[in-house]
């Protein structure tokens, strides 16, 4: 079975729905539509370059696609859209087929979503043996960040909320300085007519403290109504009208 062009639209804007919370540099609520360009999409999601956009793809849709192919579906950039990604991969992805499980003599799709979903975390080397329908989910999103949420897009793409997320202070309080360490240089050396050294050495640390803080788990993580990996299950089988 084949992805719809708009199947593969609303990953995409899934991605981008979760990306807004946990990104301050990423634009907020923009349309993403077929006519959005590559560049306009990855100037508002603040994406990494064309070539590792490849890699993104081929590893959430289980594709083997040589970047330089990749390449040619993206670029130029200020021409191709979303709709030639969306028909390019519709075009090459199989979708996954969940089969229901029985369970005490009746068929239980729940469970078979369930399954499904920890095969695909075990495909990125996730341990989840431990992991059951009642554990909680904040923890493991702690750990997982967008991974956790892409797997989830893939099954259902209206599954999660966009998720309550607050960074930790390392990353907020470096973010700040760093912002407020290029202003000042711009202004300072516009009245001084020289360069602030000190400015520059408080900006490079930190830009680390925002490259550690990152790593690191925030300080809130959650989807509203969404407490277990048994509530993601019963989101993802839910009827469209109701998720």
């Not at 981008?16 to 560049?39: A, G, H, N």
């Not at 199989?94 to 229901?100: F, I, L, N, Y």
Request: aromatic residues 12%; hydrophobic residues 45%.
């Amino acid at each position: 079975m084949r992805y719809s062009e708009n199947e593969i639209l609303e990953f995409i804007k899934a991605d981008y729905k979760q990306r807004q919370q946990v990104d301050d540099i990423v634009y907020r609520d923009e349309i993403l539509e077929f006519k959005t360009t590559i560049d306009e999409w990855r100037d508002i999601c603040d994406l990494v370059e064309n070539d590792e956009l490849g890699d993104f793809f081929n590893v959430a849709f289980k594709l083997d696609i040589k970047t330089s192919i990749w390449l040619s579906v993206f670029e130029p950039s200020d021409e191709k859209t979303l709709k030639d990604i969306c028909l390019f991969i519709s075009e090459n992805a199989t979708k996954e087929s969940v089969e229901p499980i029985k369970l005490f003599g009746n068929e239980c799709l729940n469970a078979g979503l369930f399954k499904a979903l920890m095969k695909n975390l075990q495909r990125h080397g996730i341990d989840t043996k431990n992991i059951k329908p009642s554990t909680r989910i904040e923890p493991l999103f702690r750990e997982l960040g967008m991974l956790l949420i892409q797997e989830v897009n893939l099954l259902n793409p209206h599954a999660l909320p966009p998720i309550d997320f607050k960074s930790n202070w390392i990353y907020k309080w470096g973010r700040r300085i760093f912002v407020s360490c290029f202003g000042l240089i711009i202004i300072l050396g516009l009245i001084t007519k020289r360069f602030h050294w000190w400015l520059l050495i408080l900006g490079v640390v930190a830009y680390a403290m925002m490259h550690i803080g990152v790593r690191l788990n925030p300080q809130r993580a959650r989807f509203e109504n969404i407490e277990t990996f048994g509530d993601v299950i019963r989101k993802i089988n839910a009827p469209p009208n109701i998720v």
